[in-house]
């Protein structure tokens, strides 16, 4: 059933120009790839990785191609930014992934992660970890960009690290970045 709520905010996007990726003081050569398994890019994320309020919210496989040499860290930074507020929104923030790794299997941005290393920064409403998607109903497609990017240091985050937290730590530390955009819609 369609949501009267989704189709009056429809024209309301927090816009890509709010994506981290935007950022002048994160731009860099785009020297590497992500990819999926799971999706090609701009195509549908399967319904398997949809956010769930209550249950398991399974991330979809990662893989890239070797960063450039000197890469310290790589930072995961996945973001909304069709959604009808100010600002995208953050649906994963890892940091602590070795450059050295090929990828990041199928639900591995669970907090804690399998993964030795990798830390979760807090997303939507607290949560650590992969939220997957959950556009409000009838407001059409969002957008999914997975942001990879390749720092040449640690960017030393707190414990609870937030986004703010994670884009200043990486301002002018960004050797190169990847990018993978996926989508999703709630008819």
């Known amino acids: 059933m369609p949501s009267p709520l989704g189709r009056a905010l429809r024209n309301r996007r927090a816009g890509h120009h709010t994506l981290a990726w935007a950022r002048p003081d994160l731009a860099a050569p785009e020297s590497f790839t992500l990819t999926s398994p799971a999706f090609e890019h701009g195509d549908p994320i399967p319904d398997r990785h949809r956010g769930r309020l209550f249950g398991a919210d399974i991330s979809p496989a ?14 995961l930074i996945v973001q909304d930014p069709d959604v009808p507020l100010g600002k995208a929104a953050t649906h994963a923030l890892t940091t602590g992934i070795d450059p050295a790794l090929p990828g990041i299997p199928e639900n591995g941005l669970t907090d804690p992660s399998p993964i030795s290393g990798l830390r979760h920064g807090k997303g939507p409403l607290g949560r650590r970890g992969w939220a997957g998607p959950m556009p409000v109903r009838s407001h059409g497609p969002h957008s999914y960009v997975f942001q990879l990017f390749a720092l040449d240091q640690q960017p030393g985050l707190p414990e609870k690290f937030t986004l703010d937290d994670a884009l200043r730590a990486m301002a002018g530390h960004v050797l190169a970045r990847a990018r993978l955009d996926g989508s999703y819609e709630i008819p």
């Open 62 to 75: 990662l893989t890239w191609t070797p960063p450039p040499a000197g890469t310290a860290e790589l930072l």
